[in-house]
């Protein structure tokens, strides 16, 4: 039997109630279609249009009773492991040479003389952070990271530099030298000098003589 459409007088036959369910179906496709058009037009841009990604730098801390270790960039190419021993007060920088595939530079200082303690009870918060400065021609030159060492009892903080030559980090040429302090000082009220007044620590090439 046919059947009467709503709100009409007409009778609906079998073969326009298919024509209905057609017409319903291939709406449907097309407007799923579309959609998924239009999100893959939202994920993809052209190159010009894409934000270019943010370089990463990575670093590191971990420490325990008697030790920190930290990591820091020394170069575009070049990252330094540091260690703090809290019992001697010797702080050592290694230099990875990722062309030489090995370690190709070393520096040390001891931060007792600028932070005090030492022993078994000293207790230390070792951190790098990126400082670069604008490649300049031959010697030496700070790296790309200082290391801050804090000595937690008596709250006093010290600042040091790498000095690297990047020329010999170019030709695996072996490294080695003094931390250059940097500046520093107690936490706790800490004061600024004046402007023009900060003058911190030359960086010195150590096989210069």
């Known amino acids: 039997m046919a059947a009467q459409l709503p709100g009409s007088s007409k009778v609906a036959t079998p073969a326009s109630r298919n024509q209905l369910i057609m017409v319903a179906s291939l709406t449907a496709v097309i407007s799923c279609a579309a959609l998924a058009a ?122 040091y530099a790498i000095p690297w030559d990047r020329t010999a980090e170019s030709s695996s040429r072996v490294q080695t030298g003094k931390m250059v302090y940097v500046g520093g000082g107690p936490i706790r009220n800490f004061q600024l000098n004046q402007t023009g007044q900060d003058k911190p620590a030359a960086i010195v090439d150590p096989n210069r003589k």
């Open 38 to 159: 239009g999100f893959w037009c939202g994920r993809t841009t052209t190159p010009s249009q894409t934000p270019p990604p943010w370089p990463l730098m990575a670093a590191a801390a971990s420490s325990n009773e008697t030790m920190a270790v930290a990591s820091g960039p020394i170069s575009n190419d070049a990252e330094g492991v540091f260690f703090l021993d809290f019992i001697t007060g010797d702080l050592q920088c290694l230099v990875y040479y990722p062309r030489a595939g090995a370690f190709g530079a070393h520096y040390v200082t001891n931060v007792r003389q600028s932070l005090g303690g030492g022993g078994k009870n000293s207790q230390y918060i070792m951190v790098t952070g990126q400082a670069v400065r604008a490649a300049s021609t031959g010697g030496a030159q700070p790296a790309s990271s200082l290391v801050y060492v804090t000595d937690t009892n008596s709250g006093v903080f010290a600042a």
